[in-house]
């Protein structure tokens, strides 16, 4: 094999998800015919009795649908599309929050997520003890964490509260304090779901120019989920249109948005 680290390579059936953190290769996300269906049962009971029996009926819904796309090295790619069109589930897949059904995705770099930025603390340690150990999780050095720790402060603007036990923050505090995180990690490839809205419309400017910076000058990997086109185009050189699952248009973001706002 050549100089790429295989961190994980997950065999799930039908599906193969390749994660290593090669980032010289100069592809960062490749989906290969990608399918995710979820199973959708009539009720809760019912979800409940197909753990025992084979015999339980239930729906099926393709979130992504034979999906192929490649995110080059230090591009910056928009996924469009109407509610329910699979921009999410692309994403999640991604950052390993869900697994594909069929298809193979590989992934070459370490992912930070701008997503579900509340999730994941634990709200009895204070914000410092959380981003403390998130740096632990994401195997930073000492000196590596107390570099990024005192931006992360800062940027979150939570004041004494930091010391505070999470459990006294309000929702947006969390969120500031997650985004904080996730964006000072400096990642080789960051994943963005909407989460430029989070606090209030000055802390929400704040996060936009923090992305806007780390596209810029960072040379990092982006891929961004949004329903503004005016985003996308401010972001993205490549957009992406999903309906259903599957990928309607793909191409330079100018001519992605034109056709989603024509459809
Ligand atoms: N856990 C789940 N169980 C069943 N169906 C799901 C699940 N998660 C997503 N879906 C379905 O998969 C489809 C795609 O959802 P997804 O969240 O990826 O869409 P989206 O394009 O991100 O939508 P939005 O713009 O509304 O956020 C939808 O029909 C949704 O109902």
């Not at 692309?90 to 950052?95: E, G, N, P, R, V």
């Not at 960072?218 to 185009?233: G, I, K």
Request: glycine content about 8%; proline content about 2%.
């Amino acid at each position: 094999m050549s100089s790429r680290q295989t961190v994980s390579a997950v065999d799930l059936g039908d599906a193969v998800v390749i994660r290593d953190e090669d980032r010289e290769n100069p592809v960062a996300v490749r989906f290969d015919h990608v399918r995710k269906t979820y199973k959708l049962y009539k009720n809760d009971r019912q979800r409940l009795l197909a753990s025992f029996s084979n015999h339980v009926r239930y729906d099926t819904i393709n979130a992504s649908d034979d999906l192929s796309f490649e995110c080059r090295r230090g591009e910056a790619l928009a996924f469009l599309g109407d509610n329910g069109a699979g921009k999410s589930t692309a994403l999640k897949m991604i950052t390993g929050v869900c697994f594909p059904t069929s298809g193979t995705i590989e992934v070459h770099g370490r992912v930070s997520a701008l997503l579900e930025l509340s999730a994941g603390f634990d709200m009895r340690l204070s914000g410092m003890e959380n981003i403390q150990m998130r740096c632990q999780l994401w195997g930073l050095s000492d000196e590596e964490a107390s570099e990024i720790i005192p931006g992360i402060v800062e940027f979150s603007e939570l004041g004494k509260y930091i010391d505070q036990p999470m459990r006294t923050y309000s929702s947006g505090m969390r969120a500031r304090l997650g985004f904080a995180f996730a964006s000072s990690i400096r990642p080789d490839i960051l994943v963005v779901d909407e989460a430029l809205s989070v606090g209030d419309r000055k802390f929400s400017a704040k996060c936009r120019k923090r992305v806007q910076s780390i596209i810029e000058k960072e040379n990092v990997t982006v891929l961004f989920v949004t329903h503004s086109t005016a985003q996308a185009q401010q972001f993205c050189t490549r957009g992406i249109v999903l309906s259903h699952g599957k990928t309607l248009f793909s191409g330079d973001i100018e001519e992605a948005v034109s056709f989603y706002e024509s459809t």
